[in-house]
C-alpha cells in the first residue's frame, strides 16, 4: 500500500472547512481525479502554505520573488519512474507547494468556493508535473481543457479562471 500523497500543513495556516477535516483525503480525491484523467499515477508531495512561505519557497528555488498561486518541482527524471531504476526506494516523482491564502483571494475575487480554487492549483501543479506547460496559447489552451475537465470531474465549479484567448 502506498503512502502517497504526502501532505503537510504550514503551522497555524487558516484552511477551507473541507480541507481543515482532512487535508489529506482533500489532496489524494483530486489528485486521483487527474489520475483517471491522465490514466498514470505520480507519487507526490503536497505542502499547503501562505503567502510568506510561498514567496520564499518561489524566491530561493525559481529566483521570483513573488506570491504565486502553485508551485511545482519535478524530483525524478521519467527514466527512474520505477522503484527498480532507483534502487529499490520508493521516492516521489514531484512536489506541489500550494498558497492557500492566494487561493482565498482569488476565490473571493471571482466568486468562486475557496476549496475549489485550492483544487484548481492542486489540479494545475500535478498537470505541470504531468507534462503540461501554460506559456504558449496552444499549450495554455491544452492546460486549461484539462484543468476544467478534472474539476468538473470532482463537481467543483470554477468562474473567471478558463476564459483562453489564443
Not at 483544487?119 to 505541470?128: E, K, N, R, S, T
Request: charged share 35%; glycine share 6%; hydrophobic share 40%.
Amino acid at each position: 500500500m502506498s503512502h502517497w500523497p504526502e501532505v503537510a500543513v504550514e503551522e497555524g495556516l487558516d484552511l477551507p472547512d473541507e480541507i481543515d477535516r482532512d487535508a489529506r483525503e482533500f489532496v489524494e480525491r483530486v489528485l486521483e481525479a487527474v489520475f483517471a484523467q491522465e490514466k498514470r499515477r505520480l507519487a507526490l508531495s503536497v505542502y499547503l502554505c501562505g503567502d510568506a512561505e510561498i514567496r520564499r519557497l518561489h524566491a530561493e528555488y525559481l529566483g521570483d520573488d513573488t506570491v504565486t498561486d502553485v508551485i511545482s518541482f519535478r524530483l525524478q527524471d521519467d527514466d527512474a519512474s520505477d522503484e527498480t531504476a532507483r534502487g529499490g526506494f520508493e521516492f516521489a516523482d514531484g512536489e506541489l507547494v500550494v498558497d492557500v491564502e492566494h487561493a482565498a483571494r482569488q476565490a473571493n475575487d471571482h466568486g468562486n468556493a475557496w476549496e475549489a480554487e485550492c483544487a484548481l492549483y492542486v489540479v494545475h501543479g500535478a498537470l505541470h508535473l504531468f507534462g503540461y506547460d501554460d506559456h504558449e496559447a496552444h499549450e495554455l489552451v491544452r492546460m486549461k481543457t484539462a484543468e476544467r475537465a478534472v474539476l468538473a470531474r470532482l463537481a467543483y465549479e470554477i468562474s473567471g479562471r478558463f476564459d483562453i484567448t489564443t
